[in-house]
């Protein structure tokens, strides 16, 4: 699944992938924790790496567990290429900025959060007493877990992700039925958007923990894809259909990517990533879907034709009662594609119907 969180998030996974277990570079880092020595490793060796780094000594070797954890028994820094393959330099004395802020207390990881933060690159800090190993990537800091305490807090999360899904499901179907009889209310659609974005989360911390274990996660991966599908573009089209036409989906997204937990649970302060400026008070105010949702259930019905009926007909109150004549008049619609529509849409209304009723 990708990340709707950018840059940040993404740059932390990067290097978590780069740590995971079955890793060359993990398999380095542990041997250093097993000999119980420190370690302080800048994964990158570009140019602003280098202009903060002051003694130590050129190694330009190929990288191997055994060469990372001789060097470690040094103190200085050890630098190591963007693609992991090489150690640049070892023994190194690190000089990053002094105003960069910081959170850290012991000199080693205040230096590790310096230099990440400063420069952008990741940085992998081991204490030598503790064995505690901090991954420092994308402003962010990961304390790396055993991999059995990792794999029970994923399963715990797997099942959250389950129980938020079964949620999830229940409120798209009644979307669905109030869409279908014409009756929708914004607390309808932003119950949607609401669990869709608490789904997403969850799921989202489920992948990172997934990079973080590698080669540990192979069930984990299988579970989360056949749980997880195609929520996020179920949760497009809905959103698709709702927002005004000044804005748009990534809008949205964006908007609801920035709220907090507890934000995401207020129903207006979610209805207000939808609908910017207007009257989130009377969540039992009528909405009027587009159509776009239940029109991606026509086998093969390009996006772009979509549009053009959903602009053609300017809601689905009016496109459920098209018939095949009415849709034919839209531009480029040919008598197979409107009578698949057709179709559709009065067999999306059967099932609804049945649904309730059974």
């Known amino acids: 699944m990708e990340s709707r ?3 940040t998030n993404e740059r932390m996974r990067d290097a978590l ?19 119980q020595a420190g370690a302080l490793l800048v994964l990158d060796d570009g140019s602003d790496v280098l202009s903060i780094c002051s003694g130590g000594f050129l190694v330009d070797a190929p990288y191997s567990p055994q060469r990372l954890s001789e060097l470690a028994k040094m103190d200085g820094a050890i630098i190591i290429s963007a693609d992991g393959g090489r150690i640049a330099r070892a023994n190194v004395h690190l000089v990053p900025d002094p105003s960069v802020p910081t959170s850290e207390t012991g000199t080693r990881h205040r230096t590790a959060e310096r230099v990440a933060r400063s420069l952008n690159v990741p940085v992998v800090s081991a204490s030598e007493e503790m064995g505690v190993i901090n991954v420092y990537a994308g402003g962010g800091k990961r304390q790396l877990q055993e991999v059995g305490h990792l794999l029970d807090r994923a399963n715990q999360a797997l099942q959250t992700l389950e129980r938020y899904k079964v949620r999830l499901d229940d409120s798209i179907l009644n979307l669905t ?22 789904v997403h989360r969850i799921a989202d911390e489920i992948e990172t923990m997934i990079i973080e274990l590698g080669v540990e996660a192979r069930l984990l991966r299988l579970q989360i894809d056949e749980l997880y599908g195609e929520i996020d573009d179920e949760l497009d089209l809905v959103v698709a259909d709702y927002i005004p036409i000044d804005r748009t989906i990534g809008d949205t997204l964006e908007e609801m990517s920035r709220l907090s937990d507890d934000e ?13 400026g207007g009257d989130i008070q009377d969540l039992g105010q009528e909405a009027s879907p587009k159509g776009l949702r239940l029109l991606h259930r026509v086998t093969r019905l390009p996006q772009d034709t979509a549009g053009a009926i959903v602009d ?9 009662r098209a018939t095949v004549d009415d849709l034919m008049l839209v531009d480029g619609l040919d008598e197979s594609t409107a009578l698949s529509i057709r179709e559709t849409l009065t067999r999306v209304t059967e099932s609804t119907i049945l649904d309730q009723y059974s």
């Open 5 to 7: 969180y950018s840059g």
């Open 17 to 35: 992938a780069r740590v995971a277990p079955g890793t060359p570079l993990r398999s380095g880092i542990d041997r250093v924790v097993r000999a």
């Open 177 to 198: 039925a109030v869409e279908v009889e014409d009756v929708v209310t914004l607390r309808d659609v932003v119950a949607v958007i609401q669990r869709g974005e608490m």
């Open 264 to 276: 995401v649970l207020n129903l207006r302060l979610t209805a207000a990533t939808l609908y910017p």
């Open 312 to 320: 053609h007909f300017g809601g689905l109150a009016k496109l459920q």
